[in-house]
């Protein structure tokens, strides 16, 4: 992956709860005060999928993409067959990786099942 972003990219796991980590990428910008921005990739993605946005994207802020919970390079979980209380999993492992990462403000966005996280995360404070 890094032949394709010519941005200088960074790869970790940030810990939650539960022993459990989350596979982030973190693309520098070359406005590092700007407002990042936070991507969520759709149902059977992964980070990866924005790859080829990193550096368009890194122009203008900083950019962090993550694999969700269950997804691509991190942690497994059996998620609650309830709809709501699964979707509840979902958003606390988003707020637990916001605040592993340090971020406050940001522009989050998603595509697709990523889009409907987005909007089920309430803002902090």
Do not use: C
Not at 25 to 39: E, G, Q
Not at 52 to 79: C, K, M
Not at 97 to 119: D, N, P, Q, T, Y
Request: charged share 25%.
């Amino acid at each position: 992956m890094n032949g394709d972003v010519k941005s200088p990219l960074e790869r970790f796991y940030v810990p939650i709860s539960n022993e459990r980590r989350i596979w982030t990428l973190k693309v520098r910008s070359k406005k590092p005060d700007a407002l990042p921005i936070v991507l969520i990739h759709g149902f059977g993605g992964a980070a990866g999928f924005f790859v080829l946005n990193f550096d368009a994207l890194a122009q203008h802020r900083l950019v962090y993409a993550f694999d969700i919970l269950g997804f691509g390079r991190s942690s497994r979980h059996e998620f609650s067959t309830k709809p709501d209380v699964a979707e509840e999993e979902f958003v606390e492992s988003i707020e637990e990786w916001r605040k592993g990462v340090g971020l406050e403000k940001f522009i989050l966005m998603g595509g697709s099942f990523g889009g409907f996280l987005a909007a089920s995360s309430s803002p902090p404070g």
